[in-house]
Every structure is written in structure tokens, then in C-alpha cells.
């Protein structure tokens, strides 16, 4: 079972009895975060992470208001969702780089991490987008590191720089960039030996490398198995030489893989690329928010946070206080419906309104399906009109119709509405519902 496998299961087994609950109450809340726990430190990641991310999801799912129309059952899974992309970066990283410009990236990493691999997927990566990459072996420790570097790279067409019988690894860095600037290679990757934090002179050399070529980012490649040592470890490469992103080797193996993912907070780098199999083009961007979805086992996971997210639309006060009062414009009432369409049925959400304010089944449809013929038909009315829909006559109707590709009727239809929904939000003040309680949005006071 590979690392994404172990923790995804563990993950998908806690949301998916956190779904069978009948009720989803303080204590279903604390079971989520204990399985949480269990499933983070099974797989390696650090406990102070743990303690953090848990802690968050707890605090935020039992304090936080849930939006109208959502259940807490929802909530919760969407600040986990939202608590896990956060802890792996949020946005993915960014793969562009400077047109007409060479550029330098320098692998890093401990012994082991197959980053010398990692440099030819990452090489390959680039190709098949257009670049002109080369690599130039900068590991003079290892035996047959060139030999192994350059037989990998020959498979795409990369082309490699090395010294086999030269021990002056600055040297051969200086001229390796050298070439391949003159020979118009657009990505120079700076294959570097393995290391580790207690091995001072290399750790040395490492810092004496980024100075002397300056790269424009530095990689650290860490092994998915190496565990807790992880954070350790980051934090002595990240110290010597600033780390700009992580590329995670082996994710595909048998290693638990959550002591790669907490390098992300040793460094405060983002994860970039993820190794995913034995071949060399079995590399791919690394995506937060869909690698979360994948571990969670929910393929609609993005929609559910999305509807809970607009579902939490602010509305000013001032605003708020109006249209619940009936004064507002028939851009008012569009920009409304949309709103709240995207939180579900309009007939279920003014259901929710105290008071028990319903209309007929016939207008709710209506207003479902005709939000956006009504967009173009806002558009072709003067602003005079819009404001004050009373002076919309039979002419007017006409032209306005003929204006958005609409008929006379639809026309009609949206004007009626309109001065239904005033109606309802009077008969709304008149029995003295409590003012923004129930409402399909929030009020910002």
C-alpha cells in the first residue's frame, strides 16, 4: 500500500463515519479529530503538526457559525478539507519561469532520497513543456554517480556535464553552466551529492554551490519513507541554504509518507513535485487541494466546500436592512437569487425564512429558470428602469424585449416578480420576523 494509499484510507474511514452519524454533535466532532490524529501519526507526520492541525479542525468545527442551510455534518468536512490543504500549501506552487532567460535550479537532499533520479524526471518534466534543459552532475562522492546520471538522462535526449576524475566540485559546476548557457540551454538543473545534517563539510559545500551559481531555486528532495527525521532534516538543509520548494521521492512505494509532508513546515516551503512511480516521466505537480480530495476519498469534495463557501456571502448591513424592508432595485433582487441559487433550491431556502414565508410552487420555478434571461434583460433597461420597474409599460416592454433577445412576456414575468418579492419582504417586516435571523445570507455589522 503505497504512503497516499495508508493515510488516504485512514482519512477516508474517519469522514466516512463521521457521514453515517445521525447527528454530527460535539462529541462525533472530538471521535473526527482522534481518528485524525491516529491517521497523521501512523503515518509518520510530525506530533507538534498533529497536535496543530487536530486542534484547529476541533476549534473550528465546534465555534465557527455554520452558514444557512448547512449542516454541521458539512462544516466539519469542509474544514478539515480546508485544515489539511492548509497545512500542504494551500495553492500549488507556480511552474513558469523567465522567457529568454537561463534558468538554474540546484537538488538538494540526504543520502539515498533517489534525487539523482529525481533531477532527470525533473528535467523531463520541463522538456515536455518546451523547454531546452540540461543537468550538470555536481556529486563527486558517489561512485558511478555520473555514469548512473548520464545513462537516465540519455533516455529523454538530456544532455549531462560531469568530471568523473575530478574531486573540485566547484570547478565543474562553473564550467558544466558555462556550456550549457553557451549552447542556449533554458534550464540548467545542478544534480548535487547526497548529504547529511551532521556532515559539516558537506553541508558546507552545499552553501559554497548556491553562492557561486545563484540558482533561482533551490529543491529539497525528500525520500516519502525517511519519517520523522524528516523535519530534522529539512530544517539543516533549509538553515545552510534557503530552500524554495520540495520534491517528494517515492511516494509510490511502501513508506508512510507523512514525515515528507512535514518538511513543508520545517522549511516553510511548499511541496512541488511528487515521484509517483519507477519511470522517468512518473513525476507531476504537486496539487494541495486535489491530493486532499484524493486522501479523503471523495471526489466531490471540491463541490461540497465550494457550496459551503458561498453559502457564507456577506451582505452589508445597511444593504441587508433594505431589501428586507422592500426597498431595493431589480439589480438588488438579481444579484440576490444568484446568491442564494448557489446555496440550493430557492423554494427550500425561503423556507428557512422565520414566519414561514412561502411562494407558490409556479414562481419559484420561474425564478429558477429564468435568472439569466433576466441578466440580459436587466442590461437592456435604463437605469431609470431598473430603479423604478413601475414605469415599465407595454412600449417600454417592447423594447427592452427586442434589446436582450427576449419576448414581451419574460419581460413581464420579471417585473411581476419583482414587486412579488417587495410583497413578501413587507408581509416579512409586518409580522415582526427578527431582522436578518433565518436569512439566506449573512449581515456584516
Known sequence: ?????????????????????????????????????????????????VLQISQAVEKRSLEEKLPPGISRREHVIKVLYEELTRFLGEEPTKLTVEP???????????????????????ARFYQKRGMRPAIVCADTYRPGAFDQLKQLAERVNVPVYGEPASKDVLKIVRKGMEQFTNQKNDLIIVDTAGRHKDEGELMAEMKELANLIQPNEIILAIDASIG??????????????????????????????????????????????????????????????SFVGRILGMGDIKALVEKVREAEVVVPEKKARAFLEGKFTLKDMYDQMIAVRKMGPLKKLMGMIPGGVNLPDDAMETAEKKLDSWKVIIQSMTRKEVEDPKLVDSSRARRIARGSGTSDKEVKEMINQYFMMKKMMKSMKRRGAAFGKGMPFQVRR
Do not use: C, Y
Not at 500500500?1 to 447527528?23: F, H, P, Q, T, Y
Not at 537561463?102 to 525533473?122: D, F, N, P, R
Open 1 to 49: 500500500m503505497s504512503a497516499l494509499e495508508g493515510l488516504g484510507k485512514s482519512l477516508n474511514d474517519a469522514v466516512k463515519k463521521l457521514l453515517r452519524l445521525a447527528i454530527v454533535d460535539e462529541k462525533a466532532v472530538k471521535e473526527l479529530v482522534r481518528d485524525l490524529q491516529r491517521a497523521l501519526l501512523q503515518s509518520d507526520v510530525n506530533v507538534n503538526l
Open 100 to 122: 529568454g532567460q537561463t534558468q538554474v535550479i540546484m537538488l538538494v537532499g540526504i543520502q539515498g532520497t533517489g534525487k539523482t533520479t529525481a533531477s532527470v524526471k525533473l
Open 228 to 289: 520523522q527525521a524528516a523535519m530534522s532534516q529539512a530544517t539543516a538543509f533549509n538553515e545552510t541554504t534557503k530552500i524554495g520548494s520540495i520534491l517528494v521521492t517515492k511516494l509510490d512505494g511502501t513508506a508512510k509518507g507523512g514525515g515528507a509532508l512535514s518538511a513543508v513546515a520545517a522549511t516553510h516551503a511548499k511541496i512541488k513535485f511528487v515521484g509517483t512511480g519507477e519511470k522517468i516521466d512518473d513525476i507531476e505537480q504537486f496539487i494541495p487541494s
